[in-house]
T-cell receptor, first 112, second 113 residues
Framework: GENVEQHPSTLSVQEGDSAVIKCTYS??????FPWYKQELGKRPQLIID?????GEKKDQRIAVTLNKTAKHFSLHITETQPEDSAVYFC???????????FGKGTRLSVIA | KAGVTQTPRYLIKTRGQQVTLSCSPI?????VSWYQQTPGQGLQFLFE???????NKGNFPGRFSGRQFSNSRSEMNVSTLELGDSALYLC????????????FGQGTRLTVV
C-alpha cells in the first residue's frame, strides 16, 4: 500500500523567512496530494492540493510542487507569519476509491 | 453551507465500556472517513463509508466498527475500550469516494480511564 514520509518533523523559522516541508510517497500511481494545516485544538484544514497532472500550484503565500519522477512533493510558505504556526500534514491518494494516507506531520513554529 | 459536525466533542469512558461517536458530513457529501489521531502515530485511517457501504477499512481490531445512514450521517463504535484507545477521533467528508477534497470535523476527544 501507499506510504508517505514527511520531513522535517519540526521546523522553526524567523518571521518573514520561508518554510519548506517535503513529503515522499511510495506508489507511483498516486494522483492527488493535499496539504492540511492543524492549529492547536482545531481540526485539520485543507489549505492546498495538487493533482498529478500539474507540477506546481500557488495560492498567495503558499505553493506546492510535485516531482512525479522522484515521487516527492513539497509545501512552500513564503513571508511566514506567527499565525502560520501549526502542524502541517501532507497526504497522498492512490486512486479515487482509496483513503488518504497521511504523513506524520511537521510542527512549524514561526518566531516573531 | 454547514461544515462537518462531530458529536460529542469530549468523552471520558472507563476501560471495558463501549462508545458511539457521530459524524454529520457536509450537505451533499456522500463519503465519510474516520481517522484516529494520536501524538505518536499521526492520522491513522479507520474506515470509509459511501452510500451506506463500507468501502475501505484500516488496520484496526474488530472492536472498531462503523455504519452510515441513508442521510450520509455516520457513526463509529468502539467496544471493550482499552486505555490505548484514548485519542482524537476525526471524521472527514468528501463529495465522492475516497479522500478527494476531504474536509474534517472538529473531532471527538476520547479519554479512557
Amino acid at each position: 500500500g501507499e506510504n508517505v514520509e514527511q520531513h522535517p518533523s519540526t521546523l522553526s523559522v524567523q518571521e518573514g523567512d520561508s518554510a519548506v516541508i517535503k513529503c515522499t510517497y511510495s506508489d507511483s500511481a498516486s494522483n492527488y496530494f493535499p496539504w492540511y494545516k492543524q492549529e492547536l485544538g482545531k481540526r485539520p484544514q485543507l489549505i492546498i492540493d495538487i493533482r498529478s497532472n500539474v507540477g506546481e500550484k500557488k495560492d498567495q503565500r503558499i505553493a506546492v510542487t510535485l516531482n512525479k519522477t522522484a515521487k516527492h512533493f513539497s509545501l512552500h510558505i513564503t513571508e511566514t507569519q506567527p499565525e502560520d504556526s501549526a502542524v502541517y500534514f501532507c497526504a497522498a491518494l492512490y486512486s479515487g476509491n482509496t483513503p488518504l494516507v497521511f504523513g506524520k506531520g511537521t510542527r512549524l513554529s514561526v518566531i516573531a | 453551507k454547514a461544515g462537518v459536525t462531530q458529536t460529542p466533542r469530549y468523552l471520558i469512558k472507563t476501560r471495558g465500556q463501549q462508545v458511539t461517536l457521530s459524524c454529520s458530513p457536509i450537505s451533499g457529501h456522500r463519503s465519510v472517513s474516520w481517522y484516529q489521531q494520536t501524538p505518536g502515530q499521526g492520522l491513522q485511517f479507520l474506515f470509509e463509508y459511501f452510500s451506506e457501504t463500507q468501502r475501505n477499512k484500516g488496520n484496526f481490531p474488530g472492536r472498531f466498527s462503523g455504519r452510515q445512514f441513508s442521510n450520509s450521517r455516520s457513526e463509529m463504535n468502539v467496544s471493550t475500550l482499552e486505555l490505548g484507545d484514548s485519542a482524537l477521533y476525526l471524521c472527514a467528508s468528501s463529495p465522492g469516494t475516497g479522500g478527494l477534497e476531504a474536509f474534517f470535523g472538529q473531532g471527538t476527544r476520547l479519554t479512557v480511564v
